[in-house]
């Protein structure tokens, strides 16, 4: 997040976003896409091909979508468990080494740098999730504005202006 001099609603995306974006290869086995988002301590990131075209988005709501379809391998005994974001699974093997492809969300909500504050605010709540990949001209991944980076946005304003409220 850049400055506080900018009126709230003109921040736009390039204000907004966190530039160190984790990628996921499409190929990527959901197994390591799993580790690799845990260890990032992040809840999703954008999928892309050998190009570093985002074709995606893997979230910790798809893999728990993909584990309540039943396409799960029985749960062992006697192994460590493996957490990963916001929810667990009883073990690392219980995900498979098919790849991220199969199971992202293909849909990705995008935009550019110039989006505005509101636009970004608005297009998570009609779709649904909690980040916004921002792309440039040729659909790589340059930042994500999530719903958090929203939130710092206006509790920032809020610590620098004082607005109280009600």
């Known amino acids: ?15 907004l976003m966190s530039q160190d974006v984790l990628l996921i290869p499409q190929h990527m086995s959901l197994r390591a896409a799993a580790h690799r988002l845990a260890q ?19 979230s910790a709501a798809d893999l728990i979508h993909w584990v309540d379809r039943g396409e799960r391998a029985p ?23 098919d ?14 740098t ?5 636009e970004l605010a608005r297009w998570m709540r009609d779709a649904g999730v909690h980040r916004i990949v921002i792309l440039d001209e040729e659909r790589r991944p340059v930042g994500i504005v999530s719903s958090m980076d929203v939130l710092a946005a206006v509790a920032r304003l809020d610590a620098v202006w004082g607005i109280e409220g009600p």
């Open 1 to 15: 997040m850049t400055t506080l001099e900018t009126p709230l609603l003109e921040l736009t995306a390039k204000d």
């Open 40 to 58: 990032a301590r992040v809840g999703g990131a954008p999928v892309v091909d050998a190009e570093g075209r985002c074709v995606g988005v893997l």
């Open 75 to 97: 749960a062992g005994r006697g192994e460590e468990a493996c957490v990963c974001c916001d929810w667990q699974l009883d073990r690392r093997d219980d995900i498979p080494e």
């Open 99 to 112: 790849e991220v492809s199969h199971c992202m969300t293909r849909d990705v909500v995008s935009a550019g």
């Open 114 to 118: 110039n989006a505005r504050l509101g």
